[in-house]
């Protein structure tokens, strides 16, 4: 198995992945690790990108445009859905302020994170909603297949609901990655197809 820390060595020169997707699998593991920090999935470089495969066809992207005052101001372009926002960690939370999501900043990932953790936010962009919606700790020592028959594992798995329950999706970070994939109610909505770290950090 692949480790995440190896695919950050390998993304860095930017070789991309094939694009042959195996029958994808559903990745649970057994918590391994006590606690997780938000912080810890948040990538602080400006030119940072990741390219997905999406389940609806063509290919997705996301992109770190820039990173002034420890804040990431982003880019986005899944399917049909596009636009931009920013990220940055307060106190260990990772936030986001996205107007497709909320008129103010959000709790994209919360600072310490055992499993069952639970809090709530609007909806997923990937979702497409502004709509209140739960959020769980699955595992913290979750596996994902890439579409090239790569598994990643040591990741963390967030169930996101409805507030009745309903409408499961599931987002999957890697340690120095970020997000690697989300699986919706009856397939994988984008896996990582590559990931560029970026050679920039803090800029004035």
């Known amino acids: 198995m692949l480790r995440c820390a190896v695919v950050v060595a390998v993304s860095c020169s ?4 094939a694009s042959d997707p195996p029958t994808a699998r559903q990745p649970a593991t057994a918590t ?6 938000g912080a810890e999935y948040f990538i602080q470089k400006a030119g940072a990108a990741w390219t997905y495969q999406l389940h609806a066809g063509g290919k997705g992207r996301v992109s770190i445009n820039s990173f002034v005052d420890w804040k990431a101001a982003y880019s986005y372009s899944l399917g049909k859905r596009s636009g931009s926002g920013t990220w940055r960690v307060k106190e ?3 936030l986001e302020r ?3 999501r909320a008129d103010g900043e ?3 990932l919360p600072a310490v994170m055992t499993r069952g953790s639970r809090w709530q936010a609007p909806a ?6 502004r709509e209140p919606a739960q959020y769980e700790v699955l595992a913290l ?3 994902v297949e890439l579409p090239n028959g790569i598994v990643v594992d040591h990741c963390l798995a967030v169930l996101e ?5 309903a409408g499961p999706f599931t987002h999957y970070y890697a340690p120095n990655i970020g997000k690697v994939a989300v699986r919706g109610p009856e397939d994988w909505v984008l896996r990582l197809l590559e990931f560029r770290s970026g050679s920039r950090g803090h800029q004035e």
């Not at 930017?14 to 992945?17: C, I, K, L, S, W």
Request: aromatic share 6%.
């Open 161 to 165: 609901t409805a507030l009745d329950g």
């Open 124 to 129: 997923s962009v990937e979702k497409g909603t």
């Open 141 to 143: 020592d979750a596996q």
């Open 32 to 37: 391994s690790e006590p606690t997780r920090l």
């Open 98 to 100: 996205n107007g497709a």
């Open 14 to 17: 930017a070789v991309a992945f």
């Open 92 to 94: 260990g939370n990772w």
């Open 106 to 108: 959000v709790i994209l």
